[in-house]
């Protein structure tokens, strides 16, 4: 699985749009982007996963750059319970059963 | 709620024992996937079960077991606990063996004292 690099933390004013860049230079044209997050010591959350078109669920956006070498997860308007820790994951659908979780970014919303 | 169940939701032991955390997946999944939470190592997969089956491993030491029951609720034994083992273990499950999406139940902390 292709490994991936996140900023460490970031902050994003309530009912502000965050956006969560992560770099997967090295993804291979067969592997998903997933992101998954984790509140405080919750079990993590799926998100939203995408191959190389743009994604939308009611949780979140996610843009893919065309090369597929980076994406951004977009929350289009941040509230205080989303502050936690966010982990973009690449990896093979098929014939693959584990994620590799990363150290993800710590995103505070603030007040 | 991911539909996911565990107990117990806290642990505490003493070094040397044995203990066996309970997973329940949601409705319908056939997989399940243990991970393991400490502060120095993050998240890190333990091993995956499908229909009953074991279907992968990890980064699962020698002295921790797990399994899938006919119900295809899964337990984790663990045994000659350390100090080190102290972390918290989720569990995951899926639709089917290709863990596409996984929902994480709330975990087990556990406590090695």
Redesign the interface.
Known sequence: DAKTTQPPSMDCAEGRAANLPCNHSTISGNEYVYWYRQIHSQGPQYIIHGLKNNETNEMASLIITEDRKSSTLILPHATLRDTAVYYCIVRVVAGTYKYIFGTGTRLKVLA | D?G?TQTPKHLITATGQRVTLRCSPRSGDL?V?WYQQSLDQ????LI?YYNGEE??K?NILERFSAQQFPDLHSELNLSSLELGDSA?Y?C?SSLD???????????T?LTVL
Do not use: C, N
Not at chain 2, 42 to 45: I, M, N, T, V
């Open positions: 991911s996911v997989s996937y993050g998240l890190q997969f995956q279907r992968a990890g918290l989720f995951a063996a290709t863990g596409d999406t996984q929902y994480f139940g709330p975990g902390r």
